[in-house]
């Protein structure tokens, strides 16, 4: 406890070094970062000893590993090789397909509590489609999906690489905004996107955007792609674009949704899944622009550890215990 | 007639909007459209019952000091600093730069973040407390939680590094997720969706009326 | 057949006309070459963009229009096989559609493009844009765009011939969705023999569910501590079958919590809900016969934001500390923050939802759960109406011939008999 205690004040300390600034390139080598590993192993061992010996640990001693598991590992040097899964490997194959070009729709069905999730694969895909020049539009059937969606473009257009395309809103990418609806607007979008969003996020008319002007509905879209963190998101546009209107689509989830997309993907009414911080590792990898969700994986990978570690422990707890009973 | 006219209201939408799956001829091709434009209009209206009622519970706590009325302050003080907030900024409140946006930014978004974020938190608790060996089914849970939870970070594969490549924990877990898990994901949403299609014609035909207030 | 078409960007038409003449010689051959270049994988990038415009392109062939079949009208579905330019790496940018009308047959406009370079030979474009009352002709010209900025630019187009007169009209049934029109009519009909059934006095039996068993118990717990109970009737509106389902079980408890005379409380986070579950709860009162012990304030809203609703209800349950909590609606990611905060405060918790990402979350720590379909089937058993047991046998029954066709589509597709999956598909 004493030693966790510590490393929970050292990782204050670090952070608020690191915000109020001067201390920007607060990183522990990797010398110290192991160190920091072993201690926390070794304190974690200890309650696993006062486990056995029938002292058990409270709620509040799991949230205080958890929080030291995620925040502790932004401040390592420690690497790790992401491996690609077959589902983030399928969706790279469909678009890989897409001549340059094509018709790319991406739904940014999400707020900012799951941004951290969801904001490095709409960026890693954004990545994807402006160096392969393809035209995307971009909508949103949550309020706030539209306003993440800028923050995307706008990172990845300050990039040399992006910025030497000189990409051009309305010809190279539109946002049409947020629309209310659920999945009616989806619906709807079968028919006619222009029904549905007659201006786009700035207020210009559709008629008006050259690159939306000849889209009519879903079968004007080569490829669609979906950010969901609930409803609406990418179950109702596999519900309704895919099934009805044959749309051809990846979705990227929440680790909390992702399983339930398992099923979609199988059927083929989805071709790819990125799921949670792993799934926008893997594609980060895939685009060749490895940023925040390969950063933040060393903290998923710890704080996996560290709640394996005190599922070991609750078992222990548990035999311990069922021990006592019989006795 | 207070239960007769919303139970034709039910009836009659809910065949319309069976039948219009199947009918893409006008009227049935724009009537989801219409009902759905009219269930948007109610909703929006019904926003102010929502937030009327909100003030009317703070306003009484506030008025009889009821237990912990300090907190029902904070919500009416909140409420009006946004939505006279909001007022003032006219249409483009939600521009850069403005103080709807900076409250937005910085205040909503990371409060929100916060409670998402305690989900970490909760889950390692409940999953210390639930994943126990208690019996057979239980312990399978426990393997595969525990295969899953290693092998979908990259420690699973580094710590399996020693087995060729396809057999290390990243394929089992993605063996787990793609067969057995989605297997079982499957059986429960056919279950659900007959429960949905069940309860949809029980409603739609009126033999459900309890959220009606009766039997 | 039409003469092929080649215009050159930023070049005078006199100049235009003279090249084309002395590159016409050689057209034939180069186009030739071209295609048998093209045919292998890294050829076709070793010819210049410059030099794009001394061969010939070919035009997409076999174009036809046709009315698009089984949507509301207003379409045409435009048809063309692929230009012979057109192969992996080959020269084709786009296809442009282009549409006349009967009045004018000579005056074509561009509809719309669709991007060059697909691996299937057949290309396809649904003209959205169409009136049933007008006559169209089409044709499709496969395009070759080269150079970077506006003085480099060349665009070489290649037309197909004229296909049409050709109009759209709205159908009265979409065929591709026979199978699921037949589906809606088998389980209908089953769940509405088996109402009749039950209607007619036969007995049905019906399983026992322990989270709906626990309810008396739980409301019970409460009255004997001496405090509340929460019912959280989901996140989501009444358009979600799921919030139908928790507000119909919200009368249940309801009229058991006004038995007991217990507080039940039910904060809510859309307007619609409170509006239904305040009337739910105050005609269980009356049926209980204590309309006087309804307050208004039993059912209040808090917010429809997921995780400020999410806070509310921590706070209010860790201040008020309820002695049982229900949940019973659709939920997202607040079912767990939800759920451990109750379980630290030691609530019995029953919960019950038809999302089986966050079912897990409730397993792990209620002490009851209603797994998916046992939540629509909670009104009915707590009812015992026979009406509505019938409906859960016709739902059994559904579930039967659901199970059988997955074992049939098992057996035929693993020994490749026929492609029986196809039945369920509802794409053309």
């Not at chain 1, 963190?229 to 051809?248: H, I, K, M």
């Not at chain 2, 087995?163 to 898990?181: E, I, K, T």
């Not at chain 3, 050689?26 to 048998?36: C, E, T």
């Not at chain 3, 007008?134 to 480099?152: F, N, R, W």
Request: with cysteine; aromatic share 12%.
């Amino acid at each position: 406890m004493l030693v966790a205690g510590i490393i929970l004040v050292l990782t204050v300390i670090a952070y608020l070094a690191k915000v109020v600034g001067g201390f920007e390139g607060v990183q522990f080598s990797p010398t110290v970062s192991v160190i920091v590993v072993i201690l926390l192993a070794a304190s974690l061992l200890w309650i696993l000893v006062l486990t056995l010996k029938g002292r058990l640990i409270g709620r509040r001693v799991v949230f205080l590993y958890v929080g030291i598991a995620v925040s502790l590992p932004l401040f390592m040097s420690i690497s790790q090789k992401i491996v690609i899964s077959p589902e983030t490997q399928q969706l790279y194959d469909a678009i890989s397909e897409l001549p340059s070009g094509a018709k790319v729709l991406v739904s940014f069905d999400y707020d900012p509590p799951s941004a951290p999730e969801l904001q490095p694969m709409a960026e890693a895909f954004l990545y994807y489609c402006f160096t392969h020049d393809f035209k995307v539009i971009v909508i949103g059937l949550w309020p706030q999906g539209p306003q993440q969606a800028n923050l995307a473009i706008d990172k990845l257009l300050a990039l040399p690489e992006i910025e030497a395309k000189n990409l051009q809103y309305g010809i190279d990418y539109v946002n049409l905004g947020y629309q209310a609806g659920n999945e009616f607007v989806i619906q709807r979008m079968g028919g006619s996107f222009e029904s549905m969003f007659p201006t786009d996020y700035s207020g210009h008319p559709y008629s008006d955007l050259e690159l939306v002007r000849n889209i009519r509905n879903f079968s004007n879209i080569d490829y669609s792609f979906n950010l969901s963190a609930g409803y609406p998101g990418t179950q109702e546009w596999v519900q309704v674009a895919v099934d009805r209107y044959g749309l051809s689509m990846g979705g990227g989830n929440t680790a909390v949704q992702a399983p339930m997309m398992y099923t979609y993907l199988q059927a083929g009414q989805l071709a790819g899944l990125l799921g949670g911080m792993n799934g926008a590792a893997e594609f980060e990898k895939l685009v060749g622009r490895e940023d925040k969700g390969t950063r933040f994986m060393l903290s998923q990978s710890f704080a996996h550890m560290v709640v394996i570690a005190f599922i070991l422990i609750g078992n222990v707890a548990f035999i311990v215990g069922g021990r006592k009973k019989k006795l | 007639m207070r239960r007769e006219i919303p139970l034709a209201i039910t009836g009659i939408v809910g065949v319309v909007f069976v039948v219009q799956y199947f009918i893409p001829h006008f009227p049935f091709s724009r009537m989801n459209d219409w009902f759905s434009d009219w269930f948007s209009i109610v909703q929006a209206c019904a926003i102010w019952l929502g937030a009327l009622n909100l003030l009317k519970i703070s306003a009484q706590k506030i008025a009889a000091r009821k237990s912990d009325w300090i907190y029902s302050i904070v919500i009416v003080a909140c409420f009006f600093l946004i939505v006279i907030i909001g007022f003032i900024e006219g249409e483009s409140f939600r521009g850069q730069g403005t103080a709807f946006s900076w409250l937005y930014d910085y205040v909503y978004t990371p409060l929100s973040a916060t409670m998402f974020a305690i989900l970490a938190f909760f889950v390692a608790s409940a999953s210390y407390r639930a994943f126990r060996a208690r019996n057979f089914e239980a312990t399978l849970l426990l393997g595969a939680a525990f295969f899953v939870m290693l092998g979908r970070v990259p420690v699973g594969d580094m710590l399996t590094a020693f087995l060729p490549d396809g057999y290390r924990l990243s394929a089992l877990a993605s063996w787990v997720m793609n067969f057995p898990q989605a297997a079982g994901q499957r059986a429960i949403m056919i279950g659900i969706a007959l429960g949905i299609v069940s309860t949809s014609l029980r409603i739609i035909l009126g033999i459900e009326r309890s959220h009606l207030g009766g039997e | 057949m039409n003469p092929i078409r080649i215009s050159l960007l930023n070049l005078p038409l006199s100049r235009c006309l003279v090249r084309i003449a002395i590159f016409s010689i050689f057209f034939g051959l180069l186009s030739v070459i071209s295609i048998s270049a093209q045919q292998s994988a890294d050829t076709a990038n070793a010819v210049p963009d410059s030099q794009l415009v001394e061969f010939a392109l070919s035009p997409p062939f076999e174009v036809s229009a046709k009315d698009t079949p089984n949507d509301g009208g207003g379409s045409i579905t435009v048809i063309w096989q692929r230009s012979a330019d057109d192969l992996p790496n080959g020269i084709v940018t786009e296809y442009r559609v282009m549409r006349s009308n009967a009045d004018q047959p000579e005056v074509f406009a561009e509809v719309g493009d669709v991007a060059a370079g697909e691996t299937k030979p057949t290309y396809r474009y649904h003209d959205g844009n169409a009136s049933d009352d007008e006559q169209y002709y089409y044709k499709v010209a496969a395009v070759t765009i080269s150079g970077d900025d506006a003085e480099t630019t060349q665009e070489v187009v290649a037309e197909s011939d004229v296909t049409g007169p050709v109009s759209s009209s709205a159908q009265w049934f979409d065929w591709r969705r026979i199978n699921a029109f037949v589906g809606v009519l088998l389980l209908c009909g089953f769940i509405m023999f088996y109402i009749n059934r039950a209607k007619a006095g036969k007995k049905i039996f019906i399983r026992k569910i322990a989270g709906l068993d626990a309810v008396d118990e739980a409301v019970g717990r409460a009255t004997e501590m001496g405090k509340k109970i929460f019912y959280i009737p989901g996140t989501q509106d009444m358009d979600n079958v799921q919030t139908i389902a928790g507000v119909t079980i919200l009368g249940r408890v309801a009229e058991k919590a006004a038995q007991y005379d217990t507080w039940l409380e039910v904060p809510v986070s859309r307007s619609l809900v409170m509006v239904t579950a305040k009337e739910v709860v105050k005609e269980a009162y009356a049926k209980a016969g204590r309309p006087d012990a309804f307050h208004e304030d039993q059912v209040h809203y808090l917010t429809d934001d997921q995780f400020g609703y999410a806070a509310g209800i921590d706070g209010m349950v860790v201040r008020e500390k309820p002695a049982t909590i229900f949940y019973m609606g659709a939920f997202y990611a607040e079912s767990l923050i939800l759920a451990e905060t109750g379980n630290s405060i030691g609530a019995i918790q029953i919960a019950g939802t038809g999302m089986p990402s966050q079912l897990p979350f409730f397993v792990a720590a209620c002490d009851y759960t209603l797994i998916g379909e046992e939540l629509f089937a909670a009104s009915a058993y707590l009812s015992r109406e026979p009406k509505l047991i019938g409906s859960l046998k016709g739902q059994d029954v559904g579930k039967g011939l659901i199970l059988a066709a997955i074992l049939l589509g098992i057996l035929l597709e693993t020994f490749n008999v026929w492609n029986f999956s196809s039945l369920f598909s509802v794409i053309n």
